[in-house]
């Protein structure tokens, strides 16, 4: 048997090869010729061609016509079976071009609904029909008839959604491509066989994949993407995206997926039947969370030369100078919630947290006296003119037990009008900014924050944000040194603290929580319910409506 299949056909494979003695030879049938010196061979059992075009997730293309010939030339009774699932017969025939036997993945593009698991199998030969039919009825895998009956509908628009997927996949490729990633898609000219896929198919389908040189990278902008559903399948109606070789193709040895060429931070993108500007949209904005393009004042998107990753690097390898502190990228890692008093308080239940998905804050100096906040994730920007905010106060190394009422009271002009959603984020921000800021030089800041966590209500962990502006004030004012590189323990580029200095760094986080807890729109938390955990959920919501 030769083939050129992956994932669970692999492992299939791999099984056969072991227990039923059937000899496998995996080739790259990008180049029929590779199969000739095994078809040619006099005493040659080579009894199945087993081909995918385009394949998954490379989107590698073989010449169907040319192999089957060039196969029934040498060996006339063997088959060319082909795995069509990524093109649905919708958009490419095998049979057509001299396959023996095609099959398809019904729970995908034929049924377009994820809502059922079934398998398609078509050939023109009564012989084979006859041996697959038999097995069939021996073993009794027939679909069911509710399950037949769902694939029965889906078909009925299996044209509709594949045409509104291929125009949306290919303005994502086109849109991708223009950004300058490598990008996988038979629908871009430059995309190799092209030419032969447009023979063969008439179009080129709705899944993509393209590759960041950056894995980390790769698994932020995985995480960002809201619209974009984490899942392994394709050809469903809902856009979806993954890592294959953490999720699909994760079962197969890193070395080989080295040599197919599957680099670990790829991408696949497997587009749905959404508004295409939305999916744009929403991937744009993953891009931009997760550092891998920066978007100008006009709009204009650009492929980022500094990403998250490497700009963590850039600053673990140079000295902690003041003019480095004037320009510094933070991250707060999120936590793991289920459910608990944050799903009551914003009604949102998370599903999973991790450190490597995390809150961001880059902090940029200004030579005005501006001090601006953006939080892109509630599309808010702000400036403050630093000569009017109330920034008599002095600075303690300590911060206060309870957050100042005065200070607060002073505070609420500068946030009146603000988006209600991310009024009590502000009002931390401004509370922490003039209680650690350095107010002698009036120096003018941008502070930029974006999260990567997919929880709570908006900016994700309020507790990670707390942590960025609190540890961004302190190191960008000199209040505390910025870690070097000679610090105990290092991951992924990104500067550990020392105890002493996650110890500070918390304190001040802590008074920015309360700000922003105690504030909470819906429901009202005491003081003592954040310093007594152990209250039961029933006694927080019972005290909370009495305040």
């Given at each position: 048997?030769?083939?050129?299949?992956s994932?669970?056909?692999?492992?299939l494979?791999?099984?056969?090869?072991?227990?039923?003695?059937?000899?496998?030879?995996?080739?790259?049938?990008?180049?029929?010729?590779?199969?000739v010196?095994y078809?040619s061979k006099?005493?040659?059992?080579?009894?199945?061609?087993?081909?995918?075009?385009p394949?998954?997730?490379?989107?590698?293309?073989?010449?169907?016509?040319?192999?089957?010939?060039?196969?029934?030339?040498?060996?006339?009774?063997c088959?060319?079976v082909?795995?069509?699932?990524?093109?649905?017969?919708?958009?490419?025939?095998?049979?057509e071009h001299?396959?023996?036997?095609?099959?398809?993945?019904g729970t995908?593009?034929?049924?377009?609904?994820?809502?059922l698991?079934?398998?398609?199998?078509?050939?023109?030969?009564?012989?084979?029909a006859?041996r697959?039919?038999?097995?069939?009825?021996s073993?009794?895998?027939?679909?069911?008839p509710?399950?037949?009956?769902?694939?029965?509908?889906?078909?009925k628009?299996?044209?509709?959604r594949?045409?509104?997927?291929q125009?949306?996949?290919q303005?994502?490729?086109?849109?991708?491509?223009?950004?300058?990633?490598?990008?996988?898609?038979?629908?871009l000219?430059?995309h190799p066989?092209?030419?032969?896929?447009?023979?063969?198919?008439?179009?080129?389908?709705?899944v993509?994949?393209?590759?960041?040189?950056?894995?980390?990278?790769?698994?932020?902008?995985?995480?960002?993407?809201?619209?974009?559903?984490?899942?392994?399948?394709?050809?469903?109606?809902?856009?979806?995206?993954?890592m294959?070789c953490?999720m699909?193709?994760?079962?197969?040895?890193?070395?080989?997926?080295?040599?197919?060429?599957?680099?670990?931070?790829?991408i696949?993108?497997?587009?749905?039947?959404e508004d295409?500007?939305?999916?744009?949209?929403?991937?744009?904005?993953?891009?931009?969370?997760?550092?891998?393009?920066?978007?100008f004042?006009?709009?204009?998107?650009?492929?980022?030369?500094?990403?998250?990753?490497?700009?963590?690097?850039?600053?673990a390898?140079?000295?902690?100078?003041?003019?480095e502190?004037?320009?510094?990228?933070?991250?707060?890692?999120?936590k793991?919630?289920?459910?608990?008093?944050h799903?009551?308080?914003?009604?949102?239940?998370?599903?999973?947290?991790?450190?490597?998905?995390?809150?961001?804050?880059?902090?940029?100096?200004?030579s005005?006296e501006?001090?601006?906040?953006?939080?892109?994730?509630?599309?808010?920007?702000?400036?403050?003119n630093?000569?009017?905010?109330?920034?008599?106060?002095e600075f303690?190394?300590?911060?206060?037990?309870?957050?100042?009422?005065?200070?607060?009271a002073?505070?609420?002009?500068?946030?009146?009008?603000?988006?209600?959603?991310a009024v009590?984020?502000?009002?931390?921000?401004?509370?922490?900014?003039?209680?650690?800021?350095?107010?002698?030089?009036?120096?003018?800041?941008?502070f930029?924050?974006?999260?990567?966590?997919?929880?709570?209500a908006?900016?994700?962990?309020?507790?990670?944000?707390?942590?960025?502006?609190a540890?961004?004030?302190?190191?960008?004012?000199?209040?505390?040194?910025?870690?070097?590189?000679?610090h105990s323990?290092?991951?992924?580029?990104?500067?550990?603290?020392s105890?002493?200095?996650?110890?500070?760094?918390n304190s001040?986080?802590?008074?920015a929580?309360?700000?922003?807890?105690?504030?909470?729109?819906?429901?009202?938390?005491?003081?003592?319910?954040?310093?007594?955990?152990?209250l039961?959920?029933?006694?927080?919501?019972?005290?909370?409506?009495?305040?």
């Amino acid at each position: 048997m030769l083939a050129t299949i992956s994932t669970g056909s692999n492992r299939l494979l791999a099984y056969l090869k072991e227990h039923n003695g059937i000899v496998v030879h995996h080739l790259d049938t990008t180049q029929p010729d590779v199969l000739v010196p095994y078809l040619s061979k006099s005493d040659s059992k080579v009894a199945m061609v087993l081909l995918e075009s385009p394949t998954n997730p490379l989107l590698q293309i073989a010449d169907l016509a040319a192999i089957a010939d060039l196969v029934h030339e040498h060996i006339r009774e063997c088959l060319v079976v082909v795995d069509n699932t990524m093109m649905s017969p919708y958009l490419q025939r095998p049979l057509e071009h001299g396959a023996d036997l095609v099959y398809d993945s019904g729970t995908k593009y034929l049924s377009g609904h994820h809502d059922l698991m079934a398998g398609v199998i078509v050939c023109d030969r009564d012989d084979v029909a006859k041996r697959i039919a038999f097995v069939i009825n021996s073993i009794g895998n027939g679909l069911a008839p509710i399950d037949s009956f769902l694939l029965l509908r889906g078909i009925k628009t299996l044209a509709l959604r594949l045409e509104q997927q291929q125009r949306s996949a290919q303005a994502v490729a086109e849109y991708l491509h223009g950004l300058g990633f490598k990008v996988h898609f038979p629908g871009l000219p430059s995309h190799p066989n092209k030419d032969i896929h447009d023979r063969l198919a008439r179009g080129p389908g709705a899944v993509l994949s393209f590759v960041t040189d950056d894995k980390a990278l790769s698994e932020r902008i995985v995480a960002a993407a809201r619209l974009w559903g984490i899942s392994v399948s394709f050809g469903c109606v809902n856009s979806l995206i993954s890592m294959p070789c953490l999720m699909s193709h994760a079962s197969i040895d890193p070395a080989v997926r080295a040599a197919r060429g599957l680099q670990e931070d790829l991408i696949r993108l497997c587009v749905g039947i959404e508004d295409t500007d939305d999916l744009l949209d929403d991937l744009e904005a993953a891009l931009a969370e997760a550092g891998a393009i920066t978007i100008f004042e006009d709009g204009t998107p650009s492929r980022a030369g500094n990403t998250a990753n490497q700009l963590t690097q850039s600053l673990a390898s140079t000295s902690a100078s003041k003019s480095e502190s004037a320009n510094l990228l933070v991250s707060a890692p999120g936590k793991v919630i289920l459910f608990g008093e944050h799903a009551v308080v914003h009604g949102v239940t998370a599903i999973a947290g991790s450190v490597d998905l995390r809150c961001y804050c880059l902090t940029e100096a200004r030579s005005d006296e501006i001090l601006t906040l953006h939080l892109s994730d509630f599309d808010l920007s702000h400036d403050w003119n630093l000569s009017d905010l109330p920034l008599d106060h002095e600075f303690t190394s300590t911060p206060d037990e309870q957050p100042d009422e005065a200070l607060l009271a002073r505070i609420e002009p500068f946030v009146h009008g603000l988006d209600k959603r991310a009024v009590h984020a502000v009002q931390a921000f401004l509370y922490l900014y003039i209680r650690l800021a350095d107010h002698r030089n009036k120096m003018g800041q941008s502070f930029t924050i974006r999260t990567a966590l997919p929880i709570s209500a908006g900016l994700g962990s309020s507790a990670a944000y707390s942590v960025c502006i609190a540890s961004s004030l302190l190191y960008t004012h000199q209040r505390l040194s910025i870690p070097t590189s000679t610090h105990s323990k290092e991951h992924a580029g990104r500067r550990s603290l020392s105890y002493e200095q996650a110890d500070t760094v918390n304190s001040w986080a802590f008074l920015a929580e309360k700000i922003i807890m105690a504030n909470l729109a819906e429901w009202t938390i005491p003081w003592q319910v954040m310093e007594e955990p152990w209250l039961s959920l029933e006694r927080r919501h019972k005290e909370a409506k009495q305040r």
